[in-house]
Nanobody, 116 residues
Framework: QVRLVESGGGLVQAGGSLRLSCVGS????????MAWFRQAPGKAREPVAK????????DYADSVNGRFTISRDNAKSTMYLQMNRLKPEDTAVYYC?????????WGQGTQVTVSS
């Protein structure tokens, strides 16, 4: 059974930092690219960052490029999102996602709230 569990969200002041984690199980973690998405209240879910299966390449949304860093530790079946210089507009529920056999699997999400 594929399972993704996010953690690390919380309340932080603007300019602060958080590190999110996503632990995967039920599949060969190192065989799949992975991604972070986020969904703010009243808005559609949007991609934040993605990383190749071995972690040698990553892409970022323009809105987070230079502030966020995606990484992974395949030995721990864990993906990370280091978020620095947070802004109030980064407030959202953050989700990790993988795509297996043409199906998207999502975690339950972790809330990030940035106060001004």
């Amino acid at each position: 059974q594929v399972r993704l569990v996010e953690s690390g969200g919380g309340l932080v002041q603007a300019g602060g930092s958080l590190r999110l984690s996503c632990v995967g199980s039920g599949f060969r973690f190192s065989s799949y690219a992975m991604a972070w998405f986020r969904q703010a209240p009243g808005k559609a879910r949007e991609p934040v960052a993605k990383i190749t299966r071995n972690g040698d390449s990553a892409d970022y949304a323009d809105s987070v490029n230079g502030r966020f860093t995606i990484s992974r530790d395949n030995a721990k079946s864990t993906m990370y999102l280091q978020m620095n210089r947070l802004k109030p507009e980064d407030t959202a529920v953050y989700y990790c996602k993988i795509r297996l056999f043409d199906t998207d699997f999502w975690g339950q999400g972790t809330q990030v709230t940035v106060s001004s």
